[in-house]
């Protein structure tokens, strides 16, 4: 689905280059759900960034979906859920849920049956009339995930989505997220600063370290496909967790 | 919780009314006094008594100061006590004004929204044409006026159409200015969002600049529909034109008639305060339409 190689991405600044990627080589393959974590600074939104053709690359080469990120975004191969849920305030839910098959030139009828499979999916059923500001903060994330899904992109690009939200917000969100996985089939990368929430959701965690911003550390998940939120508390979960975490101290400078 | 003091808005409107009357009051009396003294010595009156004198300041014909009373009878007898079409009625000259700031704020909120999204689309459009209309509100418009005036009416145009184009030179900088800003507001999330759906420059700018803006027009078009009435008035100055609240304010100092003069001064007090009121209304309306948090 993504294949990097040799990617990397300085960015110019008034103060000096800043390398905020360097010699990135990764697949994510077909119906995987990978995780990036890292410290901030580390280049894991950048990355999300390229692939979804908002940054350009300086070095290096990339394919999303066998073409370029260029192409990909041309042709909708991807949704993406920002850190924010950016819902316009001005439309409700089911019109904030419209905006891209407005925009991809969806007839009428059929938008209304992705709005309502899209809000079925995230559990929002019964909210579609609703202003954004009189949704909790996990709801709005839910209704933007739902705009990320209503034109049924293989690829969904998720940046921090739940790094807002308090913790018991975020572990439902999370195991929603799962089964939504589970049932869309489709391929997830998802940036995020949270060691539990990496382990428990991926199928691929990729660990990242800054200054160079750089992958560290590639690590293939052995827990079984269902997880059930209990996982987190297995021999097998904190082996994985401690992986990352020695990856992310390995990568880590503790001299500034 | 209810607080009846606190709602009281009408009563604490009232209030600063009526002190407003009083502080009127008490400055015609002080700045008419002498006047009417002189008069008196002039006219070898004498042994006028405190209450007559007290009762001749406040109903002098051409006072230098008229009391409220005297405005508010003399506006009551020129629109109420006037038929419309009257050249003595305020209605009438109300009319004329108001025809032409309307045309006037209408052409220059349509003119000021295309130049905006003009400079909002095109960085050379923002470097060349900003300083040129900022440069065109450092003139001053009592300069301009009277030249647009005598060029147009050179040419065979005259009436509404001079005074709607001065409305327009006014009006049109409020709504560039705001607009420009407006337009210019997303969030960069917002934008990237659209980004990542491929949208085109349309659909950015009907989906997501334009009702981002919306809030700012609103605001624009208060300030632009007051410069408008502004426009219109300092329009109906210049000599020739015999129409109008301008013309009006003009005749009446021509022959000191301070109450006429503050009678069409509240008129056009009058339609300034009624035409925001008009403007706030319709973002009110279109606030609720956007679903905006109450």
Not at chain 2, 173 to 195: H, N, T
Not at chain 2, 217 to 229: D, E, H, I, W, Y
């Amino acid at each position: 689905m993504v294949e990097a190689k040799g990617l990397g991405l300085t960015f110019k600044t008034a103060d000096g280059d800043v390398i905020a990627l360097t010699d990135v080589n990764l697949d994510i393959r077909k119906g995987e759900f990978v995780s990036f974590i890292g410290p901030s600074g580390c280049g894991k939104t950048t990355f999300l960034r390229v692939i979804a053709d908002l940054e350009q690359p300086t070095s290096g080469s990339i394919t999303v979906n066998g073409t370029s990120p260029a192409d990909a975004r041309a042709n909708r191969s991807y949704g993406y859920v920002f850190q924010a849920p950016a819902l316009f305030p001005w439309r409700n839910i089911e019109r904030n849920v419209a905006l891209p098959l407005e925009i991809m030139g969806y007839g009428a009828a059929d938008r209304k049956d992705r709005i309502e499979k899209s809000l079925a999916l995230v559990n929002l059923e019964g909210f579609e009339k609703k202003f954004p500001w009189q949704l909790s903060g996990g709801m709005q994330q839910r209704a933007s995930i739902a705009r990320a899904l209503a034109f049924d992109a293989d690829l969904l690009l998720m940046d921090e989505p739940f790094g807002a939200l308090d913790e018991i917000v975020r572990d439902h969100l999370n195991s929603e997220l799962l089964k939504l996985w589970a049932a869309t089939q489709k391929t997830i990368a998802f940036v995020t600063h949270s060691i539990p929430e990496a382990v428990y959701l991926s199928t691929k965690i990729v660990v990242m370290s800054p200054r160079p911003g750089r992958v560290t550390d590639v690590i293939e998940s052995t827990l079984p496909a269902e997880r059930p939120l209990e996982i987190r508390e297995t021999p097998e979960f904190l082996a994985i967790a401690h992986r990352v975490r020695e990856g992310l101290r390995a990568g880590h400078s503790y001299d500034e | 919780m209810n607080r009846p003091w606190r709602d009281s808005s009408t009563l604490s409107v009232l209030i600063v009314v009526a002190a407003l009357l009083v502080v009127w009051y008490v400055a015609a009396i002080l700045m008419n006094w002498s006047g009417v003294s002189d008069f008196y010595q002039r006219t070898d009156v004498t042994g006028v008594t405190f209450g007559q004198q007290f009762n001749d300041v406040l109903n002098q014909e051409k006072p230098l100061l008229p009391a409220p009373h005297q405005v508010a009878s003399e506006f009551w007898n020129s629109t109420v006590g006037q038929a419309v079409t009257s050249k003595r009625s305020l209605v009438y000259h109300g009319w004329q004004t108001l025809s032409a700031t309307l045309l006037g704020f209408v052409m220059g909120t349509v003119f000021g929204i295309g130049l905006a999204v003009f400079i909002v689309h095109n960085q050379a459009m923002d470097r060349s044409l900003m300083p040129w209309i900022i440069a065109s509100q450092t003139v001053p418009i009592l300069a301009i006026a009277p030249m647009v005036i005598v060029v147009l009416n050179a040419v065979g145009i005259s009436g509404l159409i001079p005074k709607a184009l001065i409305s327009t030179y006014l009006s049109f900088f409020p709504v560039v200015v705001g607009m420009v800003k407006g337009f210019r507001s997303p969030e960069s999330i917002q934008l990237d969002l659209m980004r990542t759906y491929n949208a085109s420059r349309f659909d950015v700018f009907a989906k997501l600049r334009w009702p981002t803006a919306l809030p700012y027009l609103f605001t624009s078009m208060k300030v632009g529909v007051a410069a408008s009435l502004v426009g219109a008035i300092v329009g109906e100055l210049p000599a020739g034109t015999s129409n109008g609240i301008g013309a009006r304010l003009l005749a009446g100092s021509y022959y000191g008639q301070t109450v006429q003069i503050w009678s069409a001064l509240f008129a056009a007090a009058l339609l300034a305060g009624a035409l925001i009121a008009i403007v706030g209304l319709a973002e009110r309306i279109t606030n609720t339409r956007l679903g905006v948090r109450p």
